[in-house]
């Protein structure tokens, strides 16, 4: 298995933290520099048409792309501890919880979105990141509002288990903290991922544990 990560990723640390709950450790891990570029060097574009990361090659291949499509693989491929539900209406929340953070908010602040806002619009460093953080906000207060209001949620955000929801809740609580997004304003989000924090495999996953990451970003 061969798991193609930058440190800094969050979308990578989602496949990470899933392939630390089900005891899985690729064989290499291929680190493509995302701030020198390299996703968009043609070797890599032949990994991934999107230029992005992670990508993973499992055995023959084909390459696997996308993170919530990733790990629902390593789910079905190592159903053990499970990161969905048993019910359609759990796996629907589940999954709706998990696409507020990697389906809305994220690919608003990815680097080729951020680039063109400061390559060809010309958008100043000061307006970039205001724009950064007011996307965190929008998922942040979009999540809050779910799991503070809703019987489902538990220890985790989907009763006391952990989900891919909790998964990409820790990704969105990385980022907003690379981007100084004040968090006072979520405390049940606050509360979970500190849950989900003390469990190995969350925080050995974490961008700034990986090698090549500053002591803080
Ligand atoms: N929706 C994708 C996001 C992939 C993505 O945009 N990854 C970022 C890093 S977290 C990336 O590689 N970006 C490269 C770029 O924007 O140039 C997923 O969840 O896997």
Request: proline share 9%; net charge neutral; charged share 25%.
């Amino acid at each position: 298995m061969k798991l193609f990560s930058f440190w800094r990723s969050l979308a990578t640390y989602r496949v990470r933290i899933a392939l630390n709950l089900k005891g899985l450790k690729p064989d290499e891990v291929i680190e493509v520099d995302l701030i020198k570029g390299h996703q968009r060097d043609p070797k890599y574009r032949e990994v991934n048409p999107m230029m992005s990361l992670p990508a993973l090659l499992d055995g023959e291949g084909p390459v696997l792309f996308e993170s919530l499509a990733i790990i629902e693989y390593l789910d079905e491929t190592h159903p053990t501890p499970p990161l969905l539900p048993t019910d359609p209406k759990g796996r629907a929340r589940v999954r709706g919880l998990a696409q507020i953070v990697a389906a809305d908010s994220h690919p608003l602040i990815v680097p080729r979105v951020r680039e063109y806002l400061e390559h060809e619009l010309k958008i100043p460093e000061p307006a970039r990141n205001a724009w950064c953080q007011h996307w965190h906000k929008a998922a942040l207060t979009g999540l809050e509002e779910h799991l503070s209001t809703e019987s489902a949620t538990g220890t985790y955000c989907h009763g006391d288990q952990i989900t891919i929801a909790d998964i990409c809740l820790a990704s969105q609580w990385a980022g907003a903290n690379f981007y100084k997004v004040d968090l006072k304003p979520y405390p049940t989000i606050a509360r979970i991922v500190a849950k989900c924090m003390e469990n190995d495999a969350f925080a050995r996953a974490h961008p700034l544990k990986q090698p090549g990451a500053p002591a803080a970003a």
